[in-house]
């Protein structure tokens, strides 16, 4: 196998095919521009994460984002050691301009819309028409939350509507808080909650299937428990001030959880066959591989650890594994 020479900026090659700042090569590829050695189907934290473990690598990298992360509304991410509290689209943009110094990735801003498999991998096809191929695909392509028909309840997604105590609810401890949920999960979801405030009622919205001895076990928690069903969420910029029931009622609130059903953000993993596990997440193993040879996932899209701090976690070790499997093939 010919050996592989580094250039700098210039074109030249260096004496001993190093450079002193990794930020300033990139690797002499006799292939086409669409032709990559990885394509990244989307470009938030797992992404741009991956990104950054491929492109130091040495790899050609193409990340194609649409610039829809699912926490878009968000305001503070938490969580995530050195960044408590930024904004989670700040530290997207920071990321992507640290991995855009890396010379070998690419980012194509756009919406995936197909993939195929050819003979030597994938091609993922554009919703401009643009086609580009890999021998790797990595999907960071996250989740779409499913807002149940209630309005008002999407303006408050992310804000004061949450999913997860441990990235949210350090803000809102002590406040007087909702959760929307029913059956078992509702049961659960609703004790646990108790540790970040003790002014907390549970809406079913709508008839509860909880058992006597559970809605007993909930009072004795002091947790109020409401079976009307819910109209509006009103609010101010995102921010809850009360709920409207069917029935004409309200019921004052700062805050409120809910877990809502979801589908996966993108198709094209299915369409190439990448099996999905029981609750909907792309199937992976301990690898980040999916069912397809190739095909990798991480992120929101496999895992119900919804946190940017996971996320980029995921995201460098999937890189690296694609990595060192590329690398070993080639030798």
């Known amino acids: 196998m010919s050996r592989r020479a580094f250039i700098n900026k210039s074109g030249t090659v260096t004496a001993s095919g190093m450079l002193l700042n990794p930020l300033n090569f990139s690797t002499y590829y006799p292939m086409k521009n669409n032709q990559f050695d990885v394509i990244i189907v989307g470009g ?157 009622t549970l809406y079913s919205n709508g008839k509860s299937d909880l058992s006597s001895e559970q809605i007993q076990l909930l009072n004795n928690l002091n947790i109020d428990f409401v079976e009307r069903e819910v109209q509006k969420v009103e609010h101010e910029k995102g921010y809850i001030s009360q709920l409207h029931f069917k029935d004409g009622s309200t019921a004052p609130l700062t805050a409120m959880y809910a877990h809502i059903p979801f589908e996966q953000h993108c198709d094209i993993p299915m369409s190439l066959g990448v099996e999905l596990d029981e609750q909907g997440y792309l199937a992976i193993d301990g690898m980040q591989k999916t069912s397809v040879e190739g095909i990798y996932a991480c992120g929101d899209n496999t895992t119900r650890m919804r946190t940017v701090a996971s996320a980029v976690y995921q995201g460098t070790f999937t890189g690296m594994i694609v990595s060192k499997e590329m690398i070993l093939e080639e030798v």
């Open 44 to 200: 938030s934290y797992s992404g741009l994460s991956a990104a950054m473990a491929l492109g130091r690598a040495l790899k050609k990298v193409l990340v194609i984002d649409s610039g829809k992360p699912c926490n878009r509304q968000t305001p503070h991410s938490h969580n995530f050691l050195t960044q408590d509290g930024v904004p989670p689209h700040q530290i997207a943009q920071l990321g992507r301009s640290q991995v855009e110094q890396y010379n070998t990735v690419e980012f194509f801003d756009g919406l995936a819309t197909e993939g195929r498999k050819t003979a030597n991998g994938f091609e993922i096809g554009t919703s401009d028409g643009k086609r580009f191929m890999a021998k790797k695909l990595v999907f960071a392509t996250g989740v779409k939350d499913l807002m149940p028909p209630i309005e008002g309840f999407s303006d408050c997604w992310g804000i004061s509507i949450l999913h997860c105590p441990y990235c949210h609810g350090y803000e809102v401890r002590g406040a007087k808080t909702g959760v929307l949920a029913h059956g078992e999960e509702a049961f659960e979801f609703a004790r646990f909650l108790t540790n970040w405030t003790q002014d907390l």
